[in-house]
């Protein structure tokens, strides 16, 4: 990876991904390029200086000179920032996507660890000594061996975030999102539906050669991981609101049954604050990450996710 001096030419520099690349080689006149998408993750808007002295023609030459990323072929590392194209003049505020760990809405985040931990098997839960059944699981501690067996869960609201405008009006239908892309790591976790015991696994959309699965989820076929966000709710959206994405997280077949992943990818450590749902003494551990777009506005958010096993 490097990065292309633009500062006296305009440079196009395009690759394939190794997905691209993979359906290229099957040469069965199958690959063909329907559509696109562009990002601005290098750039710096605040490098606009409309005090420039030599007048307005030199306001952007700053963020026009920036140095760009040489492409790359690694889908999951690139176009963070993607950019998008609305026809409407009158917006003076663009939607975006806001983690909620309000307390009380059981999607606080593990305060010791600022992530949401998953415990991957039943011997990392901790048991209640008064009746030798699992302990109800910690703030911001997900059940990944049994998902359906925790309350808590990984909420993501949606809407215009600014105190401007009165969040008891209705957002524009053209701003709601109704439909999320949420890419993770397929050799750890999966996606689970929020509600009830029963915890049913989403259907996986695409799994690229980085092993990173994505699920594509819409309001009409997805209902129990997209719904609508209300006025009355307690939200980090201050402002007119669209809709709520909410999940949990399962633990992958490989964590819960060895330590491989944990040995290869992960580290070790004493047990997290000794908090309630875990059980005493060394845990290894692997940090990820989840990312979720909207698929609207192309706003995109990553999420803290650590996996956790008893040694």
Not at 7 to 14: C, E, Q
Not at 205 to 222: E, M, W
Not at 270 to 286: E, P, Q, R, V, Y
């Amino acid at each position: 990876m490097a990065f292309l001096d633009n500062s006296g030419d305009i440079i196009l520099d395009a690759v394939l991904t190794d997905t691209g690349r993979m359906r290229l080689a099957k040469g069965d006149g199958s690959f063909k390029i329907v559509k696109f998408a562009l990002a601005d993750d290098e750039i710096n808007y605040g490098l606009y200086d409309s005090n420039h002295s030599s007048g307005s023609s030199y306001y952007d030459l700053s963020i026009l000179q920036t140095p760009v990323l040489e492409a790359f072929t690694n889908n999951a590392s690139s176009m963070k920032s993607r950019l998008l194209t609305i026809s409407r003049n009158d917006l003076l505020y663009l939607p975006v996507l806001r983690l909620n760990t309000i307390a009380g809405n059981g999607s606080e985040k593990h305060s010791a660890s600022s992530a949401f931990v998953v415990v991957v098997d039943e011997n990392t839960v901790g048991v209640d000594s008064s009746n030798g059944l699992g302990q109800q699981l910690g703030t911001g501690i997900l059940n990944g061996n049994i998902p359906g067996d925790s309350t808590n869960s990984v909420r993501i609201d949606q809407g215009l975030d600014t105190s401007e405008i009165s969040k008891n009006l209705v957002l524009d239908p053209d701003l709601v999102e109704t439909q999320y892309i949420v890419e993770m790591d397929n050799r750890l976790g999966y996606l689970v539906t929020p509600n009830g015991s029963a915890a049913t696994p989403a259907q996986i959309s695409f799994v690229d050669d980085d092993q990173i699965s994505s699920y594509y989820l819409t309001a009409n076929t997805d209902a129990s991981f997209i719904s609508n966000l209300g006025p009355t709710a307690q939200s980090p959206i201050n402002g007119p609101r669209g809709t709520i994405l909410e999940f949990r997280i399962g633990a992958s077949i490989n964590l819960r049954t060895n330590s491989h992943l944990f040995d290869k990818l992960g580290s070790s450590g004493a047990s997290l604050a000794n908090d309630a749902g875990l059980a005493l003494g060394t845990h290894k551990f692997i940090d990820s990450i989840i990312r979720v777009s909207g698929v609207t506005t192309g706003y995109s958010v990553d999420i803290p996710v650590r996996y956790v096993k008893k040694s």
